[in-house]
C-alpha cells in the first residue's frame, strides 16, 4: 500500500500567539516533524496544506463568517510554525483562497500549478492517507470525510491534532464522525 501523511494547516495563526489560537495547538509540531521524518524515510509522500484566505473573504466575521482574521495570504500569521521541519519534497497545497468559500478540506486545496491533492494522491498511487494538524474540529475533519468520500483509508494521528473547541466537546464529537465515516485512529 502506498501511504501518504497529510499536515494540515500547521501554521502562526493557528498556534498560540495567532489570531485563531488553537489551545495547546504548537504541541502538533514536533509530533508531525517525527512522522514526516518516518514517512520519506518509508517512501511515502508528505503534503502540507494551509490555510489561505484573501483580506475579504466571507469567512471571516466582518463579511458575514464566524472567524477572526487568520492565515491572510502571504502574513506571517499565514506562514507555517517556524519549528515545523517539512522534508525535502514536501508538496504545499493552499485552500480557503476563493472569497466565498471557507475551504475547510485539504481536497479543496491545489498547488501553486493549480494541481488537486486527490490528482496528487491518484498519480502517486496511494490508497492510505495519515493525517494530522489543525484543526481536529474543522480543517481535519472535513479533510478525513473527504479521504474516506473518495475512498481512501483514512488514519488519524490523534496524538498530532488539535481542535478549535468553540464548544468544549466539538474534537470528540468529530472524532467520532470521522470513525463513524470509517476512518481508523491512530495513538501513535
Ligand atoms: C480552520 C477554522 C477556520 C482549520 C481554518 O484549519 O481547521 N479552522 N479556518
Ligand atoms: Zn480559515
Known sequence: VAKALIVVDVQNDFC?????????????????????????AAGAIVVATRDWHPTDTRH???????????????????AFHPNLTLPEGTLVLSKGAHPEADGYSGFEARTAEGVSLLEILQKRGVSDVYVGGLATDYCVKATVL???????????????????????????????????????????
Open 60 to 78: 471571516f466575521q466582518q463579511f458575514g463568517g464566524i472567524w477572526p482574521v487568520h492565515c491572510v495570504q502571504d502574513t506571517p500569521g499565514a
Open 146 to 188: 473527504d479521504a474516506r468520500k473518495n475512498g481512501f483509508r483514512a488514519v488519524l494521528l490523534r496524538n498530532a491534532v488539535r481542535g478549535v473547541n468553540l464548544q468544549p466537546w466539538d474534537s470528540e464529537q468529530a472524532i467520532a464522525a470521522m470513525v463513524q465515516a470509517g476512518a481508523d485512529v491512530s495513538d501513535g
Open 16 to 40: 498560540p500567539g495567532g489570531t485563531l489560537a488553537v489551545p495547546e495547538g504548537d504541541a502538533v509540531v514536533d509530533v508531525l516533524n517525527a512522522y514526516a521524518r518516518d514517512f520519506v
